[in-house]
């Protein structure tokens, strides 16, 4: 078998490596994606993505095609065991500022396959399935793969300038590089059923519910259609291999459904982590989604925090691999990429605390647990850890609201995965046009349009003009022409 050698190989095909997979065929790059499986998975796992995680969809041009095979979620409401409200996470079913809805519920093995069908558009991205690789070789100038085609047992070689660890908890790059997991503090085993209704059962609701009962704790998610999610915590005495049996776990749900409600699709038993690599990067070796880091599943960031991954990563490798920045740059993948995770991981390990009862302290008032109050949970958004940075600091790293321009357009649609400079129009029309011809010719879009919804997003940033990256967060801001020369000059 004849050795290619690739931009990037990308091992594992689960919803993050097919997003990388994505974005960078957007780009232009050559990628292999080796996967040990025939096909996606058949069964759900992950249930929910953001409004950030739908901008990113829709930077690959994906969203619309993902939208129908969604549900738009109202929120989590956490009751005590009496069925109490204790803290409302209630979510506006209107547009929110990143151009869509704040959550969404998802049958993952839906999803996965508009995910590899955007990939197939691209005819840089090949995928060979039924592979396993079983060795990499680091060189100076790529790294070697070794793999078995194990619908026949033959050998195979690829090289590639790149390879990113798309492979799970288990991850064989996360082995090569040595990366040792930083414990978070939470480990539990859960029981995950998912149902799919016989009837229709309205009084489930739509909310999700976490049910913080000290007896036994549990979730309840409303999915796409008719399906339905519980996730119960196991007791030290449970019978684990009568309750991975779908008709084991009917006497944990009988408090909501019976079986004339509902079939169980699925029935396993999990162990919740809460960990974070602490070296994302070896040489050209990356680390992306569980490879890199584990999370409770109370806040739904799972899969989100893979997705972001990709959306940091790649970007990133499109500039290194075409010569434009220094390979360091992929140091700050990273940096960036770590506290970030890890401000969501500590977040659903607080939350944990009250659903599972053992801190509700940390998480509500005094008042709410004496049942005097109800308290609401504000929505987390954890800062990027330190990476490139340009112009006045302020903004520096945020993700801000994504306009929609004068001509209806949203802003992403308009720029797609470049650079983006966006201005007041006023202050466009001010600068020099050789300090804009300059922006442009560094391959930065410039938008001056002058929608309301563009002031408002640069009132965010308190600035005239930033320059986006092609993940949509800040590079850096302008208050005047000088910072807008000192963009030019990091661009």
Not at 99 to 120: C, I, K, M, T
Not at 333 to 354: M, N, T
Not at 433 to 461: F, K, T
Request: aromatic letters at 6%; proline letters at 7%; glycine letters at 10%.
């Amino acid at each position: 078998m004849s050795e290619e050698t690739w931009d990037v190989a990308i091992v594992g095909y689960g919803p993050v490596g097919a997003a990388l997979a994505n974005l960078l065929g957007a780009s232009g790059l050559r990628a292999l994606v080796l996967e040990r499986e025939a096909a996606a998975y058949h069964l759900p796992r992950a249930v929910h993505f953001d409004d950030e995680v739908m901008r990113i969809f829709q930077s690959m041009g994906l969203a619309e095609a993902i939208l129908p095979v969604t549900h738009v979620s109202p929120g989590t409401r956490f009751v005590d065991g009496q069925g109490r409200l204790l803290l409302d996470w209630s979510r506006s079913p209107d547009v929110g500022p990143q151009g869509w809805n704040v959550s969404y519920r998802f049958h993952q093995p839906d999803l996965e396959a508009v995910l590899r069908r955007g990939a197939g558009r691209w005819p840089s991205v090949a995928l060979r399935s039924r592979t396993e690789v079983f060795a990499l070789e680091p060189g100076a100038e790529a790294v070697g793969l070794r793999f078995e085609d194990l619908s026949n047992g033959r050998i195979g070689r690829a090289r590639a300038r790149y390879v990113v660890g798309c492979d799970g908890a288990r991850s064989l790059v996360r082995r090569w590089i040595g990366a040792p997991m930083e414990d978070l503090g939470f480990h539990e085993r859960w029981l995950v059923l998912d149902a799919l209704l016989r009837r229709p059962r309205p009084d489930l609701g739509d909310h999700t519910v976490q049910h913080c009962d000290p007896d036994r704790p549990a979730t309840y998610v409303r999915g796409t259609g008719d399906r339905r999610r519980w996730e119960i915590s196991l007791r030290p005495g449970d019978d684990l291999s009568a309750l991975a049996r779908p008709e084991g776990a009917w006497p944990l749900l009988s408090r909501w459904i019976t079986p004339e409600d509902a079939t169980i699709e699925r029935s396993a038993v999990y162990t919740f982590h809460s960990t974070v690599a602490r070296r994302w990067r070896e040489g050209r070796l990356l680390l992306a989604g569980d490879a890199a880091h584990q999370t409770p599943p109370f806040l739904g960031q799972g899969m989100c925090a893979g997705i972001r991954d990709a959306a940091n990563l790649a970007w990133k490798l499109a500039q290194v691999l075409r010569g434009r920045v220094p390979e360091a740059l992929l140091d700050s993948y990273g940096s960036e990429r770590a506290p970030h995770v890890e401000g969501y991981i500590r977040e659903a390990v607080r939350i944990g605390g009250l659903i599972n009862t053992t801190a509700m302290e940390a998480v509500v008032p005094a008042a709410v647990l004496r049942g005097e109050a109800t308290a609401r949970l504000a929505p987390v958004r954890p800062a990027l850890g330190p990476g490139p940075a340009a112009g006045w600091a302020g903004p520096a790293g945020r993700l801000l609201s994504q306009p929609r321009l004068s001509d209806g357009t949203l802003l992403d649609d308009r720029v797609g995965l470049r650079f983006a400079a966006v201005m007041r129009a006023g202050f466009a029309a001010a600068l020099p046009n050789e300090l804009l011809d300059r922006l442009s010719a560094h391959g930065a879009v410039l938008v001056a349009d002058p929608a309301p919804s563009v002031g408002a997003m640069l009132d965010e940033a308190g600035a005239q003009a930033v320059l986006l990256r092609p993940d949509r967060h800040v590079l850096g801001a302008a208050r005047d022409a000088a910072e807008m020369r000192a963009l030019a000059e990091a661009l």
